[in-house]
Antibody, heavy 116, light 110 residues
């Protein structure tokens, strides 16, 4: 079973940018679409973005469209999420997950805290 | 992209069966057989329990089952056990190729 490890989280000031990474242990990373999902403290799950297996198609939640960019490097088995103009409401644990119509495998998450 | 509607909490005694509902629209739950259910224990990542309405991934107990009727999907846990106490979320593929999650249900084992 694929093992996903997120990194790049931390405490960031409002308005700044951040890039999250999700490294897959499995060499079969490239055939699969990938999601980013976030969870604000004490809240439910919120789908953020999806990228196709070849990276040519991206889809975003309305709440992040225009500020977040999902991308992937299949040669490195790594998924990315570039976040611009961070807001306090972006504070959450960010999970990467493998799948398209579902989120089959999840990483352990990386915490992003937006605070001045 | 409105969240799917789930009851905030459901409780049951050990050995009982409980059912959680997940209500959406014809653009998500009702339009596709792509409803999934996830279990999340405190401080842990979500775990897939059911996919494509009623399929269980390898290793998931057969006490967990899923179904769908119209715009509402359901997760049933039979033979409730203490370890089943957790938050449960549904998700559905949508007409815009997105994923939408439910509001979440806290299961309490009495």
């Amino acid at each position: 079973q694929v093992h996903l490890v997120e990194s790049g989280g931390g405490v960031v000031q409002p308005g700044r940018s951040l890039r999250l990474s999700c490294a897959a242990s499995d060499s079969t990373f490239s055939p699969y679409a990938m999601h980013w999902v976030r969870q604000a403290p004490g809240k439910g799950l919120e789908w953020v973005a999806l990228i196709s297996s070849d990276g040519n198609s991206q889809y975003y939640a309305d709440s992040v469209k225009g500020r977040f960019t999902i991308s992937r490097d299949n040669s490195k088995s790594t998924l990315y999420l570039q976040i611009h103009s961070l807001r306090t409401e972006d504070t959450a644990i960010y999970y990467c997950a493998r799948g398209y119509t579902s989120a089959y495998n999840w990483g352990q998450g990386t915490l992003v805290t937006v605070s001045s | 992209q409105s969240a799917l509607t789930q009851p905030a909490s459901v409780s049951g005694s050990p050995g009982q069966s409980i059912t959680i509902s997940c209500t959406g629209t014809s653009s998500d739950v009702g339009g596709y057989n792509y409803v999934s259910w996830y279990q999340q224990h405190p401080g842990k990542a979500p775990k897939l329990m059911i996919y494509d309405v009623s399929n269980r991934p390898s290793g998931v107990s057969n006490r967990f089952s899923g179904s769908k009727s119209g715009n509402t999907a359901s997760l049933t846990i039979s033979g409730l056990q203490a370890e089943d106490e957790a938050d449960y979320f549904c998700s559905s593929h949508t007409s815009t190729s997105c994923l939408v999650f439910g509001t979440g249900t806290k299961i309490t084992v009495l």
